[in-house]
Structures are given as structure tokens and as C-alpha cells.
């Protein structure tokens, strides 16, 4: 039950942080005129939001940056293992984003530069993960309940799965309240796996990841008062992936997270097969949820069917322990 009370409390807490923080945020970035560039081959229905203030995912950081210092004091110090993840994350973003805004344009660093710095986090996550007493290099198999020491495959495999998946993430950052609710709703997975096997720490961290994100929806969701950006994405992404690999379940977030594994999904496969064919497309455009814009389907149509299929995959993970 104490696990539970982290959890609420924990959510509560930067709830109120993001969705207060938020509010006297705004007025800063306009004054810095730190607004979002719209890039000019996305859909022609985006360009009004061209100067719409960014980095609120400063904002989002700070919520759990607060729940996570005061649960501290309670739960011992193994929350900060996921919060230096997600700050690390976060800064690579925040460095991007910051390009961005000051140079009016919606190219930040460079595909090398910041790949660079995510391998350096990435390494970083999986050494001290598969070197902990606690996590080490045993995952949980969906459905079979079977635990598997991975040995030293683990290291790589995280390695890979920390980058996939905050890249797939910022890929799922592309419409009003689109990345906000989909990372509520798939971290709840993780915050009540966690109260369930009593991880206390674990429960505390996935409740700041719930709050924050749904103290953000209330200035994010369409029309957007505010982005997240790069800022948010990534670290939410590693706030996503580190929550997995501290309950042993990163082959979960596949399931939790199939939104995020579409989105990357369907990047890959327009360029695998764009390059193929010598110019032709699968999708009208990606990430995948811009092929759906394209079709003719409303923003808020698009984010509600995947807020729905986000809801109906973590049920199918419960399923799956």
C-alpha cells in the first residue's frame, strides 16, 4: 500500500509542479521569442503553428526533477538512477531545441552530433544497469512469465533498446497531445507493475512521469498553447525505456509502447523503401501519424485513436506478465 501512496503522491506533486510551472513558463518564452519552427514539407495544416512556444519539456523535467528529490528522502536514492537518465536525455534535447530557436529554423544538431551524445547515455544507462545489484541482466519474456539471464548480450541489447526508443518517441512528438498522452498512458503500465512487485522507487518514478504528463496536457492538448520539444521527447523517452529496464521489462514497452514502435516503424520502411524504389512511398507521409492527417483524418481524430490503442496495449501487457 506505501507503494501505492509513492505513486499517487509522486503523481500529484508534479502535476501540480508542470501544470502550474507551465502557466508562468509561457509568458518567459514568448518574451525569448523561443518559438517552434514548422519544418516546410510537413503537412500544410501545421504551418499556423509556426512561433508557438517550445521546450516546455523544461517544464515536464522539473515536475519529476521535484517529486523525484522529495521521494528521495523516502525511498532511498536509487531514483535518481532513472532521473540522471532522463535528465541526460533531456539535455541532448534541450541542446537541439535550443539550435533551433535561436537560429529560427527547425534543424538543430546534427544527425551525427546528437546520435554521438545518445550512445555516450545509452552506454552509460546499460553498464550501470546490467552492474546493479538489483536490475542486473535478467529480463521478463511476455507471456511466458520466464526470466532470462542475458549475460553479457544484455549490454548491447539495452544499449539498443535506450536509443531506439527515445528516438521513437521524438518521433511520436508531432501532433497536440499526441507524445504527452501516449507516455501517460504507457508509463502507468510501469508505475503499477512496480507497485505490484513492492519496487517503491520504480512506483515513484512512473507516478512523476504520469503527472507530468498530464499536468503538460493541459496546455498541450490541441490547439497547443505549447511543444514539448526535443526537450520533453527524449526525456520522456528515457523516462519510457529506464522504467522498463528497472522492472525487468524492456521487452514490454514493445507491447505498452506499440505506438512508439509504429511511429519508428514506419519512418524505416518509407526511406528503406523510398530508396528501393527510386522514389516511391508506402505512407503519404511519416511519421505515421501524418499519413492519417493526409488521409483526411482531424488532429484530434489521430490522437484520440492513438490515446485508444495505447490504453488497449497496456491492457494486452497486463496480459502478458
Not at 539498443?160 to 528516438?167: E, L, Q, R
Not at 529496464?245 to 521487452?251: D, S
Request: net charge positive; with cysteine; aromatic share 12%.
Amino acid at each position: 500500500m506505501n507503494d501505492m501512496r509513492y505513486a499517487v503522491v509522486s503523481l500529484i506533486v508534479s502535476f501540480l509542479v508542470v501544470w502550474i510551472g507551465t502557466r508562468h513558463f509561457l509568458p518567459v518564452l514568448h518574451k525569448l521569442n523561443f518559438g517552434q519552427a514548422i519544418r516546410e514539407e510537413g503537412p500544410k495544416s501545421h504551418q499556423k503553428k509556426s512561433g508557438t512556444p517550445t521546450m516546455g519539456g523544461l517544464v515536464i523535467q522539473l515536475g519529476i526533477l521535484v517529486a523525484m528529490i522529495i521521494f528521495a528522502f523516502v525511498v532511498g536514492q536509487r531514483v535518481f538512477f532513472p532521473l540522471i537518465s532522463m535528465i541526460a536525455f533531456g539535455t541532448i534535447g534541450f541542446i537541439d531545441d535550443f539550435i533551433k530557436v535561436t537560429k529560427k529554423h527547425n534543424l538543430g544538431l546534427r544527425a551525427w552530433q546528437k546520435l554521438a551524445m545518445q550512445f555516450v547515455a545509452a552506454a552509460a544507462i546499460a553498464w550501470h544497469a546490467g552492474t546493479d545489484a538489483v536490475i542486473g541482466t535478467t529480463m521478463i519474456i511476455p507471456f511466458s512469465g520466464a526470466t532470462v539471464d542475458f549475460g553479457l548480450w544484455f549490454y548491447p541489447f539495452t544499449f539498443i533498446a535506450v536509443v531506439a526508443m527515445t528516438n521513437a518517441v521524438n518521433l511520436s512528438d508531432g501532433l497536440d497531445g499526441l507524445c504527452a498522452g501516449v507516455t501517460a498512458f504507457a508509463t502507468t503500465f510501469f508505475m503499477i507493475v512496480a507497485v505490484m512487485f513492492k519496487r517503491p522507487e520504480s512506483a515513484a518514478f512512473g507516478g512523476a512521469v504520469v503527472g507530468a504528463c498530464l499536468g503538460f496536457l493541459r496546455w498541450n492538448s490541441n490547439p497547443a498553447d505549447i511543444f514539448m520539444g526535443d526537450t520533453g521527447s527524449m526525456a520522456l523517452g528515457a523516462a519510457v525505456i529506464v522504467s522498463a529496464i528497472m522492472l525487468h521489462r524492456q521487452l514490454f514497452v514493445l507491447i505498452a509502447g506499440l505506438i512508439y514502435v509504429a511511429e519508428a516503424l514506419s519512418v524505416v520502411m518509407q526511406v528503406v523503401y523510398f530508396k528501393a524504389t527510386h522514389g516511391k512511398r508506402i505512407f503519404k507521409m511519416t511519421p505515421i501519424h501524418h499519413h492519417f492527417e493526409l488521409s483526411g483524418w482531424k488532429e484530434t481524430r489521430v490522437v484520440a485513436v492513438f490515446w485508444i490503442v495505447t490504453i488497449f496495449c497496456v491492457c494486452i501487457a497486463f496480459l502478458a506478465m
